[in-house]
């Protein structure tokens, strides 16, 4: 998994043979700053981009056949005993609503370096038969952390946030609720030339700005029913920057952004997951004690805990997830849920790459 953070690749070795996933190894693989900035620029128009996107497509295909390489030496495990590798790629364009997403690259390349069955393009079909072709990840949290009696949420906080709710007895539904990170990292590589906010440390040190924060929550995708996704295309520096005056202290700034992931994730547990009782987080996001205590502080009435209690480390959801998802599609099984997608039917999502 690579996903809207830019942070790097989250390679995990699952076991799927029986009803619970298994871990079995895991490794971590950081983005170098100048591959962050390419795929960075290739969110916006420019001039030779599909040949510039050509070139860090196979530069990605290497950097994820470097990470299976050194998952795989790491666990003792040899090519041949994986059945397939299910890779996301890397967005650089997410447009449902003009029927086509980016997710940069180059399957044919990784299964050639590996010798592993790829599957990849895992949003495309979906976005075909009408859906958002995100968040796909609720159709695993259904398939392993739904309770019987108990209404669960699951909060994944990346780059951009998503939620999934698991009311018992009753359908599940999932979306993105807006920015995880991903404007956090922005304004801190911008103001400290860090890559994120350790722990919120920072933010913290800061004030929220009222203004700034009602102006930030005003934006219209935040009280859109879902079905819904985003993602830079609309989060990003130049949207922030819209909003901001140029008089504010730098970490005012990073303590209203905090709020604003803080409260626009709140807010949609209140409106769209009415009556939750559990809410697990996963992502890197789970890592900042600031947003988690504003999310406590926030939703009072929610048992606030990381997916680890059920079984899955928050750091590894969504690569695992990525895993099962693979192994839907090999087995030509349907995994979209058009109820969070708005899809019009059940599809087998992803192309297969043979090793
Ligand atoms: N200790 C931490 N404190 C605050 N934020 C963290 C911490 N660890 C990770 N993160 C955040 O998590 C992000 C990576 O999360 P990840 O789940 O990989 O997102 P994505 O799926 O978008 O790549 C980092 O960019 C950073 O913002
Ligand atoms: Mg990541």
Redesign the pocket.
Known sequence: ????????I?AALVDLSQASPRLVSSHYQLYAESLKEAILALHTAASDELHQSQVIAIQLANEYADAIHALLKKSGFAPEQIQAIGCHGQTIRHRPELGYTIQLNNAALLAELTGINVVSDFRSRDIAAGGQGAPLVPAFHDHVLRHASIHRAIL?????ANLTDLPPRENTTGFDSGP???L??AWITKHQAE??????AWSASGKIIPLLLQRLLAEPFFVATPPKSTGRDLFNMAWLEKHLNGNEIPEDVQATLLALTGDSIADAVQHFCTGVEELYLC???A???A?VSHLRHALPQCRILKTDVLGIAA?WM?AIAFAWLAQQTLHLRPSNLPAVTGAKHPCVLGAIYPA
């Open positions: 998994m690579s996903g809207t953070s830019l942070d790097g989250d994944n906080i990346g780059g951009i995880g990170n991903l956090m990292d890559l994120f906010d350790k722990n919120g992502g890197g996001g890592h900042n004690n947003l750091d969504e």
